[in-house]
């Protein structure tokens, strides 16, 4: 089942590069999204009241996440982590700096609601430092 589906999946891609539409173009189109962990310990989309980020079921995304620094710290200079607990085996728990860093990453395949919190003791407002992630098919 596995290898059958791997196999459909080159022959689209095959399909789409002599159609000339390179999937990995339309992928690299979408501009990165941004997301504040700030310094009252709250994560912020820019425009948004309540921060969620929509995604396509396994589409590759650019995160731009800026950090501040809250009350408290890790001493290795971690100020908040951005976290999916369930996704963190493919690479969605990003350990933040202070300043500006982008991560590139795959959504998960499997549509839903996921739960992104701070997984850094990062001071006052700390157990309530969660956004969502929301993928849809
Ligand atoms: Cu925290």
């Keep these: 089942m596995e290898r059958c589906q791997q196999g459909g999946l080159f022959i689209a891609l095959l399909l789409g590069a002599v159609a000339g539409t390179p999937p990995a173009r339309a992928q690299a189109e979408r501009p990165a999204i941004e997301v504040i962990a700030d310094g009252d310990n709250r994560f912020k989309v820019p425009g948004q009241k309540t921060p969620v980020i929509r995604l396509k079921a396994g589409e590759t ?31 969605w728990d990003l350990l933040l700096k202070e300043g500006t860093q982008e991560f590139t990453l795959k959504a998960p395949t499997d549509p839903g609601e996921y739960k992104v919190k701070c997984t850094v003791m990062c001071g006052r407002g700390h157990d309530q430092m969660q956004m969502k992630v929301i993928v849809t098919p």
């Design 61 to 91: 995304v650019r995160l731009r996440i800026t950090a501040r620094k809250g009350g408290e710290w890790n001493k290795d200079g971690t100020v908040h982590s951005f976290t999916i607990v369930e996704l963190k085996e493919q690479g």
